[in-house]
């Protein structure tokens, strides 16, 4: 990541000459760097003294038309709680990666660990395909609903990082159950250990789900400067723009990079201790990760005088239902088109400003309000409009962790856990994102090819489709080279050992690396864009509501279960890269006008 130093300005101009160290201008900012004085007929116009942009030039509209922008150091702050979400991830991941074969498969044969050795297939509880596709759709399900509760717990009463740290005690219980499930006494008992599963699986997305609401808004968070600026770099003293929407992609990128790197070393361990420990088997592919979460809590409580930690603030959910309800008065009505005309004639947002609402007319609630929480409002409700297309996009991100792992034991695997190509997706990930960092973006940004938000995440919704179009083709494949045609997942020969396709299990690759693209430009983006939509005492809430999307695609995905067993699963492709290429179109038609006010946005704010 590049660094430069700057130092920041007097606020009086006659002083404009003088340079300032940072922190006297910034207090709290513990990043060690420090602008560089830009010349004082650039310097005219300072943003007003609020304790984060003290002394900081504000961009003239040449300076918007002909600077070139760049992001701004990130804190130190951020990495530490990066690391808490790595090794949250790694516990996850970890423990996730080799569920599907736990669930599907049974204990092989002299196994009571559930290792598959050389040439057996892992597994553990038999209960097959169509179940380990049901239970880790419900896993997602509950995972995405409960961040709503965390969100509320983090907005009324504990604030996001104490929330956080009860979330790591939960999850930390959920995982200790998990081990049990297959401990030898419990392992070759199924019903017993699918027991001790679905708890382990409750507490852990009770614990993962007040963790994820709040951990990417904190992080996020850690850097406090909201408004562009302009600075003088060193060296070739260019002068450029620094741009905190910029920082906070920046920042989301690098998180989501170190996501992946908690769930890359997690599943590839988890993959081998699974299939090679001739004695161990699954309860060290539990147990491992549960060691590894353990840094959690010792992170957070080394660092916990280091954050920016924000109070709770009181929950804005019953308000915003206020607010809501207030402006709908008098739109509702029984025909239809009459409703649907009320609610879209355009005025719904004047009806609710406080400022054109007489003090007597004010309801209790509204005491304390101003036109620029509604306004926040407004965009934040824009946030969630992006959100409501994503169920779409997630069905398919859903596939690698169920039936792509299903359809790598159809195909020859040489001696590979055919858990094993999931790090792909990871791995994929911490190359490519730094690519599209430093060259990518930059290069578009210099050719003047504005890819924004809107744009991003419709690239990733085509790249999605077309990852499921592979997936589907390779399927058909199976299906004509498998011995038993197309009953491929329960092929065996006579001492009960997978009969599979000729194909090499590497065929797989490319959909793990399309869906790992997809990623960058959908995913890491409308976790970008909920954080800088949304008002800052709903950043939580924001978050739920789009973790809430996942669940949403879970609910859905239960209803193509059905697609998930032989001879369906070419179907089951084709339907997940249809529902995306829909997604992306639709999503395209009805949102890119949201692109247009975010220039419009962004051009007010400096």
Known sequence: MPRYEYQALSNDTDEAEERLPLKSAIEGDESSEAYELVDSEASSAFHAKDGIHDGLVRPTAEDEATLRRISDVVPWSTYLIAIVELAERFSVYGSGAVLTNFIQHPLPPGSITGAGLEKGQSGALGKGQRMSTAIMTFTMFWVSLTPMLGAYIADVHLGRFKTICYAVGIALIGHIILIFAAVPGIIDHADLGLTFLLVSQVVIGLGTGLFKANISPLVAEQYKKTKSFVIRLPGDGERVIVDPKLTVSRIYMYFYLVINIGALLGQFSMTYTEKRAQYLGYWPAFALPTAVFLLCPLILFLGRNRYV?????????????????????????????????????????????????????????????????????????????????????????????????????????????????????????????????????????????????????????????????????LQYNIYRTNPCGTAASTCVDGQSLPLVSPMSVWLQAPSYLLIAVSEIFASITVMEYSFTKAPVNMRSLVMALLMGTSAVSAVLGEGFIWLSADPFLVWNYLVMAGLAGAGGIGFWVLMRGLDEEELDISETRT
């Open 309 to 473: 930690r924000s109070p709770p603030s009181g929950s804005v959910l019953f308000t915003f239902i206020r607010l809501m309800r207030f402006g709908s008065r008098r739109r509702w009505s029984l025909n239809p088109f009459r409703m649907y005309a009320n609610f879209t004639r355009g005025d719904f947002w004047e009806t609710v400003t406080p400022s054109r609402i007489p003090p007597a007319k004010q309801a209790r609630w509204m005491k304390g309000l101003d036109d620029t929480w509604v306004t926040e409002v407004r965009r934040g409700l824009g946030a969630c409009a992006v959100f409501a297309w994503f169920p779409l996009y997630w069905l398919t991100m859903s596939q690698m962790s169920t039936n792509l792992i299903s359809q790598a034991a159809t195909l020859r695997t040489d001696g590979l856990p055919n858990d094993l190509l999931t790090n792909i997706d990871p791995l994929t990930l911490v190359l490519v994102i730094p690519l599209c960092d430093l060259y990518l973006y930059p290069l578009l940004q210099r050719r003047g090819i504005k890819f924004l938000p809107i744009r991003r995440i419709t690239v990733g919704f085509f790249i999605a489709c077309s990852a499921m179009i592979w997936c589907a083709v």
